[in-house]
């Protein structure tokens, strides 16, 4: 069932868990995420990002939207992932989609909360949930690459104020966590965390979850994270499966049969990151 984001993150702050939020590619990948949440009782929710839905096909994606609210009786939230242009959040708003991310990080403070408040007000009126960030991760996510020495760390006292100033639904931090695959050992600003948990209320939110351990996932969510985002531990999992049966199988050329293999390792980093986020039978 399809349900919307505000209802499931609620759960999550006032049960103390998070919401693991996958970021998918095709129906392969997105079918295995959802038939695996099933399989544990997990609310989720499907990410897509700006390359996802320009290669799916709008009409496509909003469809198979569709077709899982049939499908499954779980809490289901679909939602745009790391967006930036508002014209093109307005039109996927209006085709259904009940939750959207606003990606302004990359402007100034004043231009953030413009470009963010301008969606929210668009986004009230057809009860869709906006989250936005606040400082900005390195590493790759879509087509936008961010050096390390780049990131900019989210300031608590400017978090509150970004919060009241822009009536945002859930915030993305900056707390040490990139995109893509991390470099060397990750180091996460936990007290900062804390610290921006203290001065907000709303639902928080993990980008760059992929190479984090289970047990540094679970301290940010004693911390106040209500959702976390996993993508290229997904796309890492699919492609390992397709190279493995392609390898041992060099003629093969039905898909039917080698993306089965693809599945298996995806429904295993599907299932680990449920657990690891808690929500298994929250559903």
Do not use: W
Request: charged share 25%; with cysteine.
């Amino acid at each position: 069932m399809i349900t919307s984001r505000s209802a499931i993150l609620s759960d999550a702050q006032s049960k103390g868990y998070a919401v693991p939020a996958f970021n998918i590619h095709n129906m392969e990948t997105m079918k295995t995420v959802l038939e695996t949440a099933q399989e544990l009782r997990s609310p989720v929710m499907i990410a897509v990002t700006p390359s996802t839905v320009s290669y799916m096909g709008q009409e496509f994606f909003i469809n198979m939207m569709e077709a899982a609210k049939k499908s499954y009786d779980i809490p289901i939230c679909f939602h745009l992932d790391h967006h930036e242009k508002v014209e093109d959040i307005k039109v996927l708003i209006e085709s259904g989609i009940p939750s959207v991310m606003i990606d302004a990080s990359h402007h100034d403070f004043e231009e953030n909360i413009r470009i963010v408040r301008e969606v929210v007000e668009y986004a009230s009126s057809f009860g869709v949930a906006v989250e936005a960030e606040l400082g900005r991760l390195s590493g790759i996510e879509d087509d936008l690459e961010i050096d390390e020495k780049d990131q900019i760390y989210t300031n608590p006292a400017q978090a509150k104020e970004f919060v009241f100033r822009t009536g945002i639904d859930s915030l993305a931090v900056a707390i040490g966590t990139a995109h893509g695959l991390y470099k060397g050992e990750p180091k996460l600003d936990i007290e900062r965390l804390g610290a921006i948990q203290r001065e907000v209320d709303i639902p928080l939110v993990l980008h760059g979850a992929s190479g984090l351990s289970d047990e540094l996932v679970q301290t940010t969510i004693k911390n106040g994270i209500c959702k976390v985002n996993i993508a290229t531990e997904l796309k890492m999992a699919f492609v390992k499966g397709l190279r493995q049966y392609l390898n041992e199988q060099p003629d093969a050329n039905d898909p039917r049969y080698y993306f089965k293999y693809a599945v298996q390792e995806m429904k295993m980093v599907v299932a680990d990151k449920i657990k690891m986020c808690g929500s298994m039978n929250r559903g």
